[in-house]
Structure formats: structure tokens, C-alpha cells
């Protein structure tokens, strides 16, 4: 059973386009974290999110975490060839302490 | 560079056999997280440490096994190998357990099982 799960699992567009990756749960999460990941590289941290309703901006990718804390999503902004990668949503489950879960993961193809 | 750093970086091992992963954290990074990252099943969670003590258990099969030592680096132990665990093996550290502290991740070991 897939706690987190991440949608969709694969999307491939043309740059410049924009692109929204969705995580959702019926668990409750203390905090929520996006990651990247390169091949043959262990996941980076993009952002934390802790707030229910919460909303956090990098540049072109737009975070937000669901009011109930049981979902989030990624959107990014005129898409670009350098933003291909895995991205993975991580929680931590609410009242179960340093465990992180992962969710399964959305391979991102920006082409040119 | 995370500061996490993972030895080896490649393994080849026959079925059967046993491997020691090793894991240094973060220079002050009390927590160890231990994931095993395949095609199939994305990043498993399998247990993590706080200082010394097994804090989470994920699903982490019987065969395979961890410590944490009293200098905070970790090993993960797996036995009896089989085919289906080539994979590739991530440590992971945190300085605390709050939401706040983030987690690094390691460059990972690739465990291949023929």
C-alpha cells in the first residue's frame, strides 16, 4: 500500500510549457518535502512545507500544501529542459516521528 | 555534497552472500535514515537511528539488519542475498527530529546481486 501517492507518474512536455505534479494521502502529515533527483544521485530538497494551506515559491516552481495536510502539489512555470528529473514527494507522517515516506515519484521530460 | 557519504559506491555479489553497507552523516547529524531505492518499488523507507537507538522500522526484511554506532556512523547488514535485492541502498541524516531539520541524502550504494 502506496501511502503517498504521487500523479502523474510520468509527464512529458515541450519547454515552456506548465506542469503541475500532485501528491495526495489519506494520512495526516506533520511536514511535507519535495524532492529532485538526478540519476544516479541521491534526492536534493526543494522545499519544506509544515503549514496546512501553506504556499512556498522557488523561482518557477510554486508548492503547496493542502489546508488538511494530506496533500500537496508542484507546479512549475514555463517549463524548462534544465527541470527534467524525478521529483518525490516525502511526508512525515503525523505522530510517527523521523519516519519519511516517499511517494512513488514523477519522471519529468522537458524538451526542447 | 551532502555530507552523507556512502561506501562502497558499487557492489557486485553473488546470491547468497552477505554485504555491509556503511554510512557517515552530516558531522553532527544525530538521525540515520536507511532506503532502498528500486525500479519497482521507489524509495522504500527501512529504518532509521537516533543516536544509537532504532527509533522507525519501515519494511525492512528479516535477512537485512542495522546499527548505529556511539561515533554515528551506520551500517546496514544484508544476508542471504537474493536477485530481487539489487537495488540501490541510500543513507540518509538529519541533525534532529523536528519537521524543520532536513534530511540529506547520500550518493547511495548500488548493490548488484547476479
Known amino acids: 500500500t502506496q501511502l503517498l501517492e504521487q500523479s502523474p507518474q510520468f509527464l512529458s512536455i515541450q519547454e515552456g510549457e506548465n506542469l503541475t505534479v500532485y501528491c495526495n494521502s489519506s494520512?495526516?502529515?506533520?511536514?511535507l518535502q519535495w524532492y529532485r533527483q538526478e540519476p544516479g544521485e541521491g534526492p536534493v530538497l526543494l522545499v519544506t512545507v509544515v503549514t496546512g494551506g501553506e504556499v512556498k515559491k522557488l523561482k518557477r516552481l510554486t508548492f503547496q500544501f493542502g489546508d488538511a495536510r494530506k496533500d500537496s502539489s508542484l507546479h512549475i512555470t514555463a517549463a524548462q529542459t534544465g527541470d527534467t528529473g524525478l521529483y518525490l514527494c516525502?511526508?512525515?507522517?503525523?505522530?510517527?516521528?523521523?519516519?519519511?515516506?516517499f511517494g512513488q515519484g514523477t519522471e519529468l521530460s522537458v524538451k526542447p | 555534497d551532502s555530507g552523507v557519504t556512502q561506501t562502497p559506491k558499487h557492489l557486485i555479489t553473488a546470491t547468497g552472500q552477505r554485504v555491509t553497507l556503511r554510512c557517515s552523516p552530516r558531522?553532527?547529524?544525530?538521525?540515520v535514515y536507511w532506503y532502498q531505492q528500486s525500479l519497482d518499488q521507489g524509495l522504500q523507507f527501512l529504518i532509521q537511528?537516533?543516536?544509537?537507538?532504532?527509533?522507525a522500522k519501515g519494511n525492512i526484511l528479516e535477512r537485512f539488519s542495522a546499527q548505529q554506532f556511539p561515533d554515528l556512523h551506520s551500517e546496514l547488514n544484508l544476508s542471504s542475498l537474493e536477485l530481487g535485492d539489487s537495488a540501490l541502498y541510500f543513507c540518509?541524516?538529519?541533525?534532529?527530529?523536528?519537521?524543520?531539520?532536513?534530511?540529506?541524502f547520500g550518493e547511495g550504494s548500488w548493490l548488484t546481486v547476479v
Open positions: 494520512s495526516v502529515f506533520s511536514s
Open positions: 540518509a541524516s538529519r541533525a534532529g527530529e523536528g519537521s524543520g531539520n532536513t534530511i540529506y
Open positions: 558531522s553532527g547529524d544525530l538521525s
Open positions: 537511528y537516533y543516536n544509537g537507538e532504532e527509533r
Open positions: 516525502a511526508g512525515h507522517i503525523y505522530n510517527q516521528g523521523g519516519k519519511l515516506i
